[in-house]
């Protein structure tokens, strides 16, 4: 192989590698469920209290996860829930025809109770009440402070009544 083919072949092979370890590190970041909370949990936090800037009943693009999903996308943001402790964070959306809440609760807070299935469907078959980021049921019966983002599959109408645009 002539000398000039052979560099432009090891320069070839040298960017491909360079962007193969590259495109791993990018994969790392995510490899565990707790590497892609302590990465995804702050930049969903932010992204939601941003909404409280904008106008209720708007669909959102979503926020991009370090799997590369987008949570929240399709999704219309509804208000903030009013009448918590300022350690409290509970907000509310409409996913297609079901109503969700996304809430956290900063350490030193009161933890927010998890609603239970409601006696309108068929509880025994029904999905999970509350799961984090990465779509894992969140197994306590309550937000504990400083467990980071939850998202409550069965909140209460009441809340919906509690709802502010801020």
């Not at 979503?62 to 964070?89: I, N």
Request: glycine share 10%.
């Amino acid at each position: 192989m002539p000398l000039k083919q052979l560099a432009v072949t090891f320069r070839a092979c040298m960017i491909f590698l360079c962007l193969g370890v590259s495109n791993v590190a990018l994969v790392a970041q995510c490899a565990t469920l707790g590497q892609m909370l302590a990465e995804d949990d702050p930049r969903v936090v932010q992204y939601v209290l941003s909404l409280s800037k904008k106008s209720p009943s708007i669909q959102l693009e979503g926020v991009r996860l370090c799997d590369g999903s987008h949570l929240f996308k399709g999704w219309d943001y509804l208000g903030r829930v009013s009448g918590l402790d300022s350690y409290q964070f509970l907000f509310l959306f409409r996913e297609n025809d079901s109503l969700r809440a996304v809430g956290w609760v900063l350490d030193g807070g009161i933890p927010i109770d998890i609603p239970k299935c409601p006696l309108s469907i068929d509880c025994a078959n029904a999905a999970e009440g509350a799961f984090i980021i990465s779509g894992d049921v969140y197994t306590w019966g309550a937000v504990q402070p400083g467990h980071g983002v939850v998202i409550f599959r069965y909140p209460p109408a009441e809340w919906q009544s509690r709802i502010t645009s801020r």
